[in-house]
T-cell receptor, first 112, second 112 residues
Framework: SQELEQSPQSLIVQEGKNLTINCTSS?????LYWYKQKYGEGLIFLMM?????EEKSHEKITAKLDEKKQQSSLHITASQPSHAGIYLC????????????FGKGTKLSVIP | NAGVTQTPKFQVLKTGQSMTLQCAQD?????MSWYRQDPGMGLRLIHY???????DQGEVPNGYNVSRSTTEDFPLRLLSAAPSQTSVYFC???????????FGDGTRLSIL
């Protein structure tokens, strides 16, 4: 079965600093999804990457997909307290599969 | 926009009791799924459905039953609750295999 490993497990940064979260798959990636979760709440969809080399940005968050490395990265520029939360990556279990496997998450804290 | 609605938000049960966690979506999504989220374990798939009348097991199905009589609803049943089922449960839906999953806000379940 597919496994997604996220690194780091937790991260504490000072407001205004840049940071990167990585998600590495044990198998070929068929679509990669990034979600954010605040404590006690549900998962909010951030971005979806489907093709190797694809890069998407939304406000100060950029996600990239490296198909050859079976890896995705999530980069936050000039972090703000509102970026704090748990970031999870999810990937399809196979080509055309509806099922998603998730990493264990990266907990981000942003110190004002 | 209601999206994915889960009820109840919180529940405390005694060992051996039964209950049903409700999930409804108003987006006409064919695919629905149930996950549990535990510290250090991430999100694990319990059961999923690719359409009304069709359900299948995920990674951790034991102790749970599901049914899908309509496109909108996908209830999760605990037949005889055990302390190991204490967790946060998330329901999700998606339109197709290349679209993101939308999550409900979760049900926090404690089994005493």
């Amino acid at each position: 079965s597919q496994e997604l490993e996220q690194s780091p497990q937790s991260l504490i940064v000072q407001e205004g600093k840049n940071l990167t979260i990585n998600c590495t798959s044990s198998k070929t990636l068929y679509g990669l999804y990034w979600y954010k979760q605040k404590y006690g709440e549900g998962l909010i969809f951030l971005m979806m990457l489907q093709k190797g080399g694809e890069e998407k940005s939304h406000e100060k968050i950029t996600a990239k997909l490296d198909e050859k490395k079976q890896q995705s990265s999530l980069h936050i520029t000039a972090s703000q307290p509102s970026h704090a939360g748990i970031y999870l990556c999810g990937a399809a279990s196979g080509a055309g599969s509806y099922q998603l496997t998730f990493g264990k998450g990266t907990k981000l804290s942003v110190i004002p | 926009n209601a999206g994915v609605t889960q009820t109840p938000k919180f529940q405390v049960l005694k060992t051996g009791q039964s209950m049903t966690l409700q999930c409804a979506q108003d987006m006409n999504h064919e695919y629905m799924s149930w996950y549990r989220q535990d510290p250090g374990m991430g999100l694990r798939l319990i059961h999923y459905s690719v359409g009304a009348g069709i359900t299948d097991q995920g990674e951790v199905p034991n102790g749970y039953n599901v049914s899908r009589s309509t496109t909108e609803d996908f209830p999760l049943r605990l037949l005889s609750a055990a302390p190991s089922q204490t967790s946060v449960y998330f329901c999700a839906s998606r339109r197709s295999a290349n679209q993101p999953q939308h999550f409900g806000d979760g049900t926090r379940l404690s089994i005493l």
